[in-house]
């Protein structure tokens, strides 16, 4: 089933919540990401669940296999619906932080990152020292999530058609309605166009967060995506 999951991107619960009030009886799925849970911590999730919010925690963890096990056995108790880690961690870091999650009897699906939108071909060759272009570590990195046997990928709805044939979800940002303006993301696509590319799950923020009727933009991303 596709999703709409709506990113969170407040500085504290408050505003999160004044934001929630404009949506009215609309209960969607939020991305919380790092600035709202390290201010806020594991109540706001707990809160938020006991209201019925479906969460794709956004967490991006990236450590040694051992310490993200650890991390996620504790992320495992929350039981959110998603959340993720960095590909880069390694095939036995994803492995782990299934494991843990597996341990808790979580039902949350797990992610991983493939490359950051931020790196193009040459930060990643000069800076990071990886040979090839993005689209080949990409592609590398998603395989790597697939051995591992996590469900998906954050990745570009232009990537959602290679993500189908791994046999990975895929989950993406880079969302915007014709009308609105693509701020600083780079390669953007409508929600019905990301319908149309095979994306399971859009995340939009400042398209809805940032509109000025949220609960008319957010239901018309369902329609579109539906
Ligand atoms: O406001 P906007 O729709 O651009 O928000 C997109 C959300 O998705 C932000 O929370 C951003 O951090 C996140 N994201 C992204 N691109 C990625 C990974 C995450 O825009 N590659």
Redesign the pocket.
Known sequence: MREVII?C?FKNKETLYDFLEKLGDEKPYL?I?MQLYYAEGANLIKDLKAKGFKIFLDLKLHDIPNTVYSAMKVLGELDVDITNVHAAGGIEMMKKAKEALVETNASTKLFA?TI??SLNDQKLNDELKITGTVDEAVKAYALNTKAANLDGV?CSPYEASMMKEIGLLSLT???RFASDSA?D?QRVATPAKAKDLGSDYI?????ITKADDPKAAYIKAKEDFK
């Open positions: 990113a991107d991305k990401g990152v950051l939108t954050v940002p880079g969302i701020d993301q995340v939009v923020g400042r398209s």
